[in-house]
């Protein structure tokens, strides 16, 4: 005899994505065999219901509804295996029962949160007044004395095996919960429900007409005192009259168990969606299965973890269970088995199980024909070209230039980029630093697909539409570093069409701009842009004028910007200059620009050579003007001294002159800041400039008390970038005093590294290494490893020189302050 049910249609009030009311559903669907079938859902997807029945659709996905004319304004009702929405649905077409969604239609939804950021459905508004929200979950477990609504409900309902018991019992039960919690509470402060429960009744009534009262219902346990008693057909029409309404599309979207999570911002999330995902897939023993998928996690990640560790966890998780009065071991008795046998009492290796297995990373997949819009299309075709697959773990990428495939993919991630779609973010390459070698890190996320749907304005390709958007953000750019950083990522992702568009801007732009920081910022983005040209096979004709024409303006107008400059503004102009040094450089290496510039009588100096001798005028300007500030005039001593365009004498005596009890010591501080600060290997230039070190020293035990406090936080910042090391043997330099710091007396004290003359042996050591790496057997290899090995004495002697006893070693705190 079939169980009995209330009379009317079957009302079968769920928890979102819970497990246990999942196949509570499948079960009472099986006992009442419904004619037709309704599910909290919009109705805008009822033609997309079908496409759940195909073998590629596999959850967990959600239905994607966004506005037409606007794709940003969007909503996602997401589904996974163990939602009772996704049962219902499956149930349905394999009965070939009828399945329809009865929610408030998106239109209207979309409609409604014009001025609010997208969310899913199930997220309720915030509520209005002084109605105070609540949450059912939370109030039956404090009723039922639980302080932990998720262990409450575990109980209740997931380790319940409804075997031999009626059916309907469970949703009976909550839907008398449900009703004496609205009594007390009323709407539960979700002002929007009125209308979407008054839609849902109209919706139910019409199937009611059409297939009497065997009609099933799935949404969720709140609505259904709403959808049992309520008011008439015409009140309902009426509070459903003149509801706003947008114009909607909609489909289906891969989705992933991590936005499934409370954690990732869903409202009507769960904490542990991969648990859940094994608790509906386990059929019988879910503890000891769950025990062993951990043992394999943490086996792959190399820890030792055997089958009695298995075994184990699987007695004590018992144990507890029993201990603290369950029915079974859930998550909290599983997770405290875990930690105390497989992870050691450690929290490291358990928040890898928590990451990977509690919550997961499983992505759906939605079949080829499901809607899409023509740009979802063509990303999936170069996708499946490029054999680049969507991944909802993180994983990096290495790319090769050289070859097509790798050249392809880069310039889809690119290209993507610009559209606002971040799938991948550029890394630093390991081993290379090359234009021809590009590393990624991939990760996609089911918020992808609004982004996608939204770029599918600007075209329906993807080369099409990022070419559209590159050529409106050119034109709507703020600033000529944003053109030329745009004009770079045209190069990289190969918009050749593009780029006309972007180099009239930028010669417009920066023709028109007299800032020589603005100038001085643009030019780095260019001169990487026409390296980038060069490995990718891309004309750069039009970026070789511009570049040559900023590199010019910018050699003219740096000398007079540096005069009359505060601290702060100096620092600014000294990252300026160091910017267009790197830049100049990498034009003379590449030998793009060579002599197409004139030289000007305005930049003073001798006249160099190529690009590279007239910038040198220009630091010659700046390093012997008075007027411009100390920390550019030493940072542009030691570009020229790097350079070779400085002897090691006359850099002495220029810091001599600066250093000289005439120069204000805040003055002569800047200086030394901006000759051996700012990361650029200054440390070391002390540690083997023994007279560089030996006039900072002596200008340091010279400076008045009244100012050493005024320069003090200067040196502090210069010397604190120093890598330890060379901060120690500084301080050792220091410490043995002036008497005891000539490289002789360092020899003869047999200091390593320290020697009047160069050291073969320590030098040739490095020669194995090079072999092994660069192939004894090749003659110019062998040639260019003992070159490497004789250039490299220096690092190698800096290497054992901080090999100090660290007792006696002194930090750059000592050696600012020890002379004093």
Known sequence: MPPARAAGPLLLGVRHHGPGSARAVRAALDAATPRTVLIEGPPEADTLIPLAADPDMRPPVALLAHVVDEPGRSAFWPLAEFSPEWVAIRWALDHGVPARFIDLPATHTLAWE????????????????????????????????????????????????????????????????????????????????????????????????????????????????????????????????????????????????????????????????????????????????????????????????????????????????????????????????????MCEGSDVPLGLVHDRLVVGDVLGEVPRSAPAVPLQRDLARLQKRLRIKPEPLERELELDLRGETDAGRSRLLHRLRLLGIGWGEAAASRGSTGTFRETWRLRWEPELSVRVAEAGVWGTTVLSAATARAEADAVAAPALADVTALAERCLLAGLSDALPVVMRVLADRAALDTDVGHLAQALPALVRALRYGDVRGTDTHALTEVAAGLAERIFVGLPPACVALDAEAAEDMRRHVDAVHGAVGLLGETGLLGETVAVRPSVEGP?????????????????????????????????????????????????????????????????????????????????????????????????????????????????????????????????????????????????PGFAPELDAGRADAVLPVLRLLLGPDDEETTGAGADAGKTGVDEAAGAGADETDGDESADADDLVGADR
Do not use: N
Not at 260 to 278: E, F, K, M, Q, V
């Open 114 to 341: 014009k001025e609010e950021p997208p969310r899913t459905p199930a997220e309720p508004a915030e509520p209005a007044g002084d109605a105070v929200r609540i949450d059912p979950l939370a109030v039956l477990a404090e009723t039922a004395g639980h302080d932990d609504p998720e262990r409450w409900w575990e109980d209740a309902v997931e380790h319940r095996s409804g075997a031999g018991t009626d059916p309907f019992a469970p949703f009976a039960v909550l839907e008398e919960a449900m009703g004496a919690l609205r009594e007390a509470y009323g709407g539960g402060g979700h002002d929007r429900d009125p209308e979407r429960e008054a839609y849902m009744r109209l919706q139910v009534r019409a199937a009611q007409r059409e297939f009497g009262d065997d009609v099933a219902v799935v949404c969720g346990a709140w609505h259904v005192p709403a959808l049992r008693r309520g008011p008439t057909v015409a009140a309902d029409r009426a509070l459903l009259k003149g509801l706003p309404k947008a114009k909607t599309d909609m489909t289906w979207v891969p989705w992933t168990h991590r936005r499934l999570s409370r954690s990732g911002g869903y409202g009507a999330g769960i904490d542990s969606p991969g648990w859940y995902g094994h608790l509906f897939g386990a059929t019988d023993r879910p503890v000891e299965r769950w025990m062993t998928k951990v043992a394999r996690l943490l086996r792959d990640e190399d820890r030792m973890v055997s089958a009695a560790h298995v075994i184990e966890a699987v007695r004590l998780a018992d144990t507890l269970a029993a201990v603290r009065g369950r029915p079974l071991p859930g998550l909290t008795e599983t997770t405290d088995a875990v930690r105390a046998v």
């Open 607 to 751: 006249p160099g050579t190529g690009m590279r001798g007239r910038w040198h005028s220009v630091l010659r300007v700046l390093a012997g003007r008075d007027t411009v500030p100390g920390v550019l005039r030493g940072r542009a001593v030691r570009l020229l001294l790097d350079d070779g365009e400085l002897g090691q004498e006359e850099a002495a005596r220029l810091m001599g002159l600066v250093l000289s009890p005439g120069t204000e010591p805040g003055d002569a501080a800047a200086w030394i800041e901006g000759f051996v600060g700012g990361g650029s290997g200054g440390g070391m230039l002390l540690v083997h400039d023994e007279r560089l070190l030996g006039l900072v020293d002596a200008w340091l035990t010279g400076v008045p008390a009244e100012a050493f406090t005024d320069v003090l936080p200067l040196l502090r910042r210069t010397f604190s970038a120093y890598e330890a090391g060379v901060r120690r043997t500084l301080g050792e330099l220091v410490r043995r005093g002036p008497g005891a710091r000539g490289s002789t007396a360092a020899a003869a004290s047999g200091i």
